[in-house]
C-alpha cells in the first residue's frame, strides 16, 4: 500500500510542477460555472421551481456538479493511451505493481490535489458571487462525500477501459474525445437527469454515467434526501462492481496481444 | 544455479500490409492482410548465474523481443522460459522484484520531478529498507557521480546524466540480474567508461547476471566474456568472445608506409610464394598485406619488404571484433556451432 501512497505524493508534485494549467483550470471552470448560472435564470425567468428543482437548488447543483468534476475527472485514459503508442508501457510492465492499480492512483493523487486546492477554495468564491444553498446537515455531507469517492471510482474505470481499449486500436484519440463528451452529457453535469425526455431517462437508469455526477449533485443539493440518496449511493457501489468484470477481462486479453510500439 | 534458461522460445507477431490505392484502402477497413513473422525462432540458451552475456544482433534481429519476454513484459507464442526459477509474465509483480531493467531509449525516471523524488519512489515500489537503500545507493550514487543531479528534474538532465540515473534506479532494490538494452546508446567515451567500469564492479561485488544488448562492440569486448549472436530470429553463435575471434578473424594485416615510392606489382611477386596479398591505399600511400596467422609467414613478408624498400611504419592488425562480426552477417553465417 505503500508505493500506491507514494505515488499519490508524486502526482502532487507533478501537479505542482505545472502550476500554469492549474491556474487556467481555476479559469475554466470559473467562466462555466457563471454562464451556467446565467443560463438557469434566464430558463427559469421567474418560475420558483422546475421538475422539482428551485432556482437556487439549480445554481448550487451547477456549482457543485463542476466542482464534484473537478475531483472526479482525469485525463488518465490519454495518458494509458500515449504511453501505450509510445511504448513506454513496458517500463511500466517492469515494476512490481499493478498498472491499472497505480494510474488509478495516479488519477486519486491529481483529484485530491484539485479537491483542496481547486474545488474547496474555488466553492468559496463562486459562494460569494452567487446565492448558494448549503445544507447545514451532516448526514448529507457524509453521504456527498462518499458519493464524490464513487464517482471517481466509475469514471476512473471508464477512462481505464478507455485506456486499455489502445491496445487494440493503437489510436483512439476520437474514441476518447466521444467518450468525454458523452460523460458530461449523460452524467448530468451539463443537465440534470430528470430534465431529460422521459424514454432517455429510461435508457440511462441502466447506464453508469449518471453515478458519476447526477447522483452526488442531487444528495449535496438535498434534492435526493432519505431513502432515494441511500438507492443513489447504491446504485454507484454496484456499478463500481460491475465495471471491475469489463476491466479484468479486456486486461488480460490486452497483455497477451500486446506489442510494444518503437521497438 | 542458471539465472535464465530458454527452452525452444518463439515470438510471432502480424505483419500488416496495406493493399494499394483508394480502392484498396476502402477493403482494408474490412478485412486485412498479414503475414506471421517470427520475431524469435524458436531459440534455446541458458545463462549462469553472474555471467556477463553480451546479446548481439543487427537492427530487428530479435534482441529486444526476447529482452521483453524475459523480462515478463510479452507473453511468448509457444516455449519456456525460466528467468530467477520463475516464469516472468505468469508471476510478472512477484518476478519483477527480482530484476533490473535499463532501456536506452526510454526513460523509467518520472520525467517531470526530481531524481530523489523517482528513487524514492522507487524505493516503496520495491519496498527496499532504509538501511538497505542507504547502504546500497550510497555507494552506486557515489561511484557514478550523479550526487549534484538529484534535485534536478529529469527533462533537465542531458543524455549522459540521465543514463547514469536511470542505471542507478535499475539498482535500487540489488537485483541479482541485469538486463541492459542499449545502455550506452548516444553516449560520450568517458560515460560509457564510467559505465563500464561500473557494471564490472558490481559483477564483482555481487555476482549480479548481466545479459547486454548493444551494438557497440566494444562494450561487449570490455565486459563480457560469451556472446549469444542472434540473425534473424535464430541464435547464430553462442559461446566465448573469444573462440569467435579465433574461428571467423581470418589472418592478419600489416600495412607499410614506405619512405620512397613503392609499386604495387613489384610488391605482390615479392611475396607471391608465401600467398600473402597486397592492397594498396592511394591517398595515404599505405601499402597493407593479407596473410594467414602463420607467424612464419608474416615476419617473412615483413623481412622481404624491408629489405626491398625504405619502411617509415609497420604495423600489424588484427581484424577488429567489429569486422568479424560483419562478416559474419555478410556470410550469411550457416555453417555455425
Redesign the interface.
Known amino acids: 500500500m505503500d508505493k500506491y501512497l507514494e505515488m499519490i505524493r508524486i502526482r502532487f508534485l507533478m501537479m505542482l510542477a505545472y502550476r500554469t494549467n492549474y491556474y487556467t483550470g481555476i479559469l475554466i471552470y470559473s467562466i462555466n460555472i457563471g454562464a451556467y448560472y446565467f443560463l438557469w435564470n434566464a430558463i427559469y425567468g421567474g418560475k420558483s421551481e422546475i421538475e422539482g428543482l428551485s432556482a437556487v437548488q439549480m445554481t448550487t447543483y451547477v456549482a457543485v456538479a463542476w466542482m464534484a468534476r473537478a475531483f472526479y475527472f482525469n485525463n488518465i485514459d490519454r495518458e494509458m493511451a500515449m504511453e501505450i503508442k509510445e511504448g513506454k508501457v513496458a517500463v511500466e510492465l517492469i515494476r512490481p505493481y499493478s498498472y491499472l492499480g497505480m494510474k488509478t492512483m495516479q488519477g486519486l493523487g491529481e483529484g485530491i490535489f484539485r479537491l483542496f486546492f481547486f474545488s474547496v477554495p474555488g466553492m468559496v468564491v463562486v459562494a460569494l458571487i452567487f446565492p448558494l444553498e448549503f445544507s447545514a446537515n451532516a448526514a448529507t455531507w457524509g453521504m456527498f462525500a462518499v458519493s464524490i469517492v464513487l464517482s471517481f471510482l466509475i469514471n476512473t474505470q471508464l477512462n481505464l477501459l478507455t485506456g486499455i481499449t489502445t491496445f487494440f486500436l493503437y489510436n483512439n484519440t476520437g474514441l476518447i474525445r466521444a467518450k468525454r463528451v458523452l460523460i458530461d452529457l449523460f452524467s448530468g453535469l451539463l443537465l440534470p437527469i430528470s430534465f431529460f425526455p422521459g424514454w432517455s431517462q429510461e435508457i440511462m437508469q441502466y447506464l453508469p454515467f449518471q453515478g458519476i455526477s447526477y447522483i452526488p449533485s442531487m444528495i449535496f443539493t438535498n434534492g435526493f434526501t432519505g431513502s432515494e440518496a441511500v438507492e443513489g449511493l447504491l446504485l454507484q457501489a454496484a456499478w463500481v462492481l460491475i465495471l471491475v468484470i469489463p476491466i479484468q477481462i479486456l486486461w488480460s486479453i490486452a497483455k497477451k496481444q500486446l506489442i510494444i510500439q518503437g521497438g | 544455479m542458471n539465472a535464465i534458461e530458454v527452452n525452444g522460445l518463439r515470438k510471432e507477431?502480424k505483419a500488416y500490409s496495406s493493399r494499394p490505392g483508394l480502392s484498396g484502402a476502402f477493403r482494408d477497413l474490412f478485412t486485412r492482410n498479414y503475414k506471421i513473422v517470427p520475431a524469435v525462432n524458436d531459440i534455446n540458451f541458458t545463462v549462469k548465474q553472474g555471467e556477463m552475456v553480451g546479446y548481439i544482433g543487427e537492427n530487428g534481429a530479435g534482441k529486444?523481443t526476447t529482452i521483453?519476454m524475459l523480462?515478463?513484459?510479452?507473453?511468448p507464442t509457444s516455449g519456456q522460459v525460466m528467468v530467477n526459477g520463475m516464469n516472468p509474465?505468469k508471476e510478472?509483480?512477484?518476478f519483477?522484484?527480482t530484476?533490473g531493467?535499463v532501456?536506452g531509449?526510454?526513460?523509467?525516471l518520472?520525467w517531470?520531478?526530481a531524481v530523489q523524488?523517482s528513487f524514492?519512489?522507487l524505493k516503496?515500489?520495491?519496498?527496499v529498507s532504509d538501511a538497505d537503500y542507504n547502504e546500497h545507493m550510497d555507494h552506486v550514487i557515489k561511484t557514478l557521480d550523479i550526487e549534484p543531479l538529484l534535485d534536478k528534474?529529469v527533462r533537465k538532465l542531458s543524455l549522459g546524466q540521465r543514463m547514469r540515473c536511470e542505471l542507478a534506479a535499475a539498482l535500487i532494490h540489488n537485483p541479482p540480474l541485469l538486463f541492459l538494452d542499449e545502455p550506452t546508446i548516444g553516449l560520450d567515451v568517458l560515460v560509457k567508461l564510467k559505465i563500464r567500469e561500473f557494471l564490472k564492479e558490481i559483477n564483482e561485488k555481487y555476482n549480479t547476471t548481466i545479459l547486454l544488448t548493444t551494438h557497440d562492440l566494444t562494450d561487449i569486448e570490455a565486459l563480457c566474456e560469451r556472446v549469444i549472436m542472434l540473425d534473424e530470429g535464430n541464435i547464430i553463435y553462442d559461446g566465448a568472445l573469444r573462440s569467435l575471434k579465433e574461428k571467423w578473424g581470418e589472418g592478419k594485416e600489416i600495412s607499410f608506409e614506405f619512405l620512397e615510392r613503392a609499386e604495387l606489382a613489384r610488391l605482390q611477386t615479392l611475396t607471391e610464394d608465401l600467398g600473402a596479398k597486397w592492397e594498396m591505399d592511394e591517398k595515404d600511400q599505405i601499402f597493407t598485406a593479407l596473410t594467414g596467422d602463420d607467424d612464419e609467414v608474416i615476419s617473412q613478408v615483413i623481412a622481404r619488404t624491408v629489405a626491398a624498400y625504405k619502411v617509415r611504419d609497420v604495423k600489424i592488425n588484427e581484424p577488429s571484433t567489429e569486422e568479424i562480426i560483419r562478416n559474419i552477417y555478410e556470410k550469411g553465417m550457416m555453417h555455425h556451432g
Do not use: A, C, N
Not at chain 2, 71 to 75: A, H, K, N, S, V
Not at chain 2, 105 to 108: A, D, F, T, V
Not at chain 2, 124 to 127: G, I, R
Open positions: 507477431f529486444s521483453k523480462t515478463g513484459i510479452l507473453t509474465h510478472r509483480e512477484r519483477v522484484q530484476i531493467v532501456f531509449q526510454r526513460s523509467q518520472w517531470d520531478i523524488e524514492r519512489l516503496k515500489v520495491y519496498k528534474p
